[in-house]
Protein backbone atom coordinates (compact mmCIF):
# COMPACT_ATOMS: atom_id res chain seq x y z
CA UNK A 1 0.00 0.00 0.00
CA UNK A 2 1.38 3.44 -0.95
CA UNK A 3 -0.03 6.66 -0.44
CA UNK A 4 1.06 9.52 -2.73
CA UNK A 5 0.26 13.71 -1.25
CA UNK A 6 1.12 16.36 -3.82
CA UNK A 7 -0.38 19.94 -3.95
CA UNK A 8 1.73 21.62 -1.59
CA UNK A 9 3.97 24.83 -2.37
CA UNK A 10 4.55 28.09 -1.38
CA UNK A 11 1.90 30.54 -0.74
CA UNK A 12 1.26 33.86 0.46
CA UNK A 13 -0.56 34.74 3.86
CA UNK A 14 -4.31 34.59 3.30
CA UNK A 15 -3.85 32.49 0.04
CA UNK A 16 -5.26 28.91 -0.24
CA UNK A 17 -3.75 25.25 -1.51
CA UNK A 18 -5.71 22.33 -1.96
CA UNK A 19 -3.76 18.71 -0.89
CA UNK A 20 -4.48 15.13 -2.41
CA UNK A 21 -3.83 12.02 -1.23
CA UNK A 22 -3.93 9.13 -3.02
CA UNK A 23 -4.01 5.43 -1.57
CA UNK A 24 -2.93 2.46 -3.99
CA UNK A 25 -1.93 -0.92 -3.92
CA UNK A 26 -3.80 -4.01 -2.88
CA UNK A 27 -6.49 -3.02 -0.89
CA UNK A 28 -9.96 -4.32 0.21
CA UNK A 29 -11.21 -0.96 1.82
CA UNK A 30 -10.00 2.46 3.04
CA UNK A 31 -11.28 3.57 6.33
CA UNK A 32 -10.68 6.65 7.97
CA UNK A 33 -8.11 8.92 6.20
CA UNK A 34 -6.65 11.77 8.04
CA UNK A 35 -4.53 14.71 7.59
CA UNK A 36 -1.35 15.70 9.62
CA UNK A 37 1.20 18.30 10.17
CA UNK A 38 4.72 18.50 11.72
CA UNK A 39 6.46 21.95 11.73
CA UNK A 40 10.13 22.02 12.49
CA UNK A 41 10.83 21.53 16.06
CA UNK A 42 7.55 20.38 16.54
CA UNK A 43 5.59 17.12 16.95
CA UNK A 44 3.29 16.13 14.49
CA UNK A 45 -0.31 16.80 15.37
CA UNK A 46 -3.71 16.14 13.96
CA UNK A 47 -5.59 18.70 11.50
CA UNK A 48 -8.29 16.57 10.02
CA UNK A 49 -10.10 12.98 9.31
CA UNK A 50 -12.51 12.22 7.36
CA UNK A 51 -14.33 8.03 8.23
CA UNK A 52 -15.45 5.95 4.68
CA UNK A 53 -18.49 7.29 5.40
CA UNK A 54 -18.17 11.04 5.18
CA UNK A 55 -17.89 11.91 8.20
CA UNK A 56 -15.42 15.07 9.27
CA UNK A 57 -13.60 16.13 12.02
CA UNK A 58 -11.24 18.71 12.41
CA UNK A 59 -8.84 20.45 15.07
CA UNK A 60 -10.37 23.44 16.34
CA UNK A 61 -7.26 25.56 14.36
CA UNK A 62 -8.39 24.70 11.40
CA UNK A 63 -12.19 24.44 11.74
CA UNK A 64 -13.58 27.37 9.42
CA UNK A 65 -10.63 27.87 7.31
CA UNK A 66 -9.42 23.96 6.29
CA UNK A 67 -12.71 21.57 4.30
CA UNK A 68 -11.31 17.68 4.39
CA UNK A 69 -13.13 15.73 1.68
CA UNK A 70 -12.73 12.32 -0.27
CA UNK A 71 -13.27 10.30 -3.41
CA UNK A 72 -13.57 6.78 -1.70
CA UNK A 73 -14.09 5.41 -5.46
CA UNK A 74 -10.58 6.68 -6.44
CA UNK A 75 -9.34 6.08 -2.52
CA UNK A 76 -8.41 10.05 -2.62
CA UNK A 77 -8.44 12.66 -0.11
CA UNK A 78 -8.16 16.27 -0.05
CA UNK A 79 -7.58 19.00 2.25
CA UNK A 80 -8.88 22.33 1.22
CA UNK A 81 -7.29 24.94 3.03
CA UNK A 82 -8.40 28.61 3.00
CA UNK A 83 -6.85 31.95 4.61
CA UNK A 84 -3.70 30.47 5.37
CA UNK A 85 -1.29 31.80 7.64
CA UNK A 86 2.55 31.58 8.53
CA UNK A 87 1.61 29.10 11.60
CA UNK A 88 -0.03 26.97 9.01
CA UNK A 89 3.71 26.37 8.11
CA UNK A 90 4.50 22.78 8.15
CA UNK A 91 5.19 18.76 6.31
CA UNK A 92 1.90 17.63 5.55
CA UNK A 93 1.52 13.61 5.95
CA UNK A 94 -1.42 11.87 4.71
CA UNK A 95 -2.63 9.02 6.92
CA UNK A 96 -4.74 5.65 5.55
CA UNK A 97 -6.35 2.94 7.68
CA UNK A 98 -6.14 0.09 4.84
CA UNK A 99 -7.93 -3.03 5.25
CA UNK A 100 -5.64 -5.91 2.98
CA UNK A 101 -7.81 -8.06 0.69
CA UNK A 102 -5.70 -11.06 2.37
CA UNK A 103 -6.90 -9.71 5.88
CA UNK A 104 -9.80 -7.55 5.94
CA UNK A 105 -10.41 -7.87 9.63
CA UNK A 106 -7.89 -6.54 10.44
CA UNK A 107 -6.45 -2.66 9.50
CA UNK A 108 -3.44 -1.27 9.48
CA UNK A 109 -2.12 2.34 9.26
CA UNK A 110 -0.31 4.15 6.66
CA UNK A 111 1.34 7.34 6.08
CA UNK A 112 2.54 8.81 3.07
CA UNK A 113 6.21 10.72 2.91
CA UNK A 114 4.35 14.46 3.25
CA UNK A 115 4.50 17.21 1.12
CA UNK A 116 5.55 20.66 2.05
CA UNK A 117 3.60 23.85 2.86
CA UNK A 118 5.24 27.26 3.44
CA UNK A 119 3.25 30.25 3.64
CA UNK A 120 5.10 33.41 3.61
CA UNK A 121 5.12 36.66 1.85
Known amino acids: VQLVESGGGLVQPGGSLRLSCVVSGRIFKVHTMGWYRQAPGKERESVAEITSNGIANYEDFVKGRFTIGRDSAENTAYLQMNSLTPEDSAVYFC????????????????WGQGTQVTVSS
Open 95 to 110: KARVAPPTNPWVPRDY
